[in-house]
């Protein structure tokens, strides 16, 4: 969202929604609250699960499912099992490492294997 008090998703729906007009979006939110499924918008958050947690889990372990991290995950989940590289790019805290070690550990274990290796600039 919202950097400098300039909300930039509203603006990239704005400009979206002006050069696809033929397209028919809900009547609320912005394109980033939807995904398309069977030709139907559908809200991330119809697909966010609940969170299984014990006090035994680490909480650095846990990746807390909001429509953000759903939506993060399912593109990068797609990007990677079709062999596309991916980069994020966002403020110190703002999620990207979680998220990241969050997708990997969902996938297939018999078809991917990772390594984390933490860069600073």
Same mark, same amino acid.
């Given at each position: ?64 499912? #909001?429509?953000?991290? @759903?939506? +993060? ?6 990007? /990677?099992?079709?062999? *596309?590289? %991916? ?9 990207? #490492?979680?998220?990241? @070690?969050? +997708? ?6 018999? /078809?991917?294997?990772? *390594?984390? %290796?933490?860069?600073?600039?």
């Amino acid at each position: 969202g919202e950097v400098d008090g300039v909300d930039y998703r509203k603006q990239f729906d704005k400009w979206w929604r002006g050069e696809m007009k033929s397209i028919k979006y809900p009547g609320k939110g912005t394109i980033f609250d939807f995904f398309v499924q069977d030709a139907h918008w559908v809200e991330w958050e119809k697909i966010v699960t609940k969170l299984a947690y014990t006090s035994d889990t680490p909480m650095g372990d846990v990746t807390v499912p #909001t429509t953000e991290t @759903v939506a +993060m995950s399912t593109f990068m989940t797609h990007l /990677v099992e079709q062999k *596309y590289p %991916i980069m994020l790019i966002g403020l110190s805290g703002c999620g990207k #490492t979680q998220n990241s @070690v969050g +997708m990997l550990k969902s996938l297939d274990k018999e /078809v991917f294997t990772w *390594y984390m %290796i933490n860069f600073n600039f």
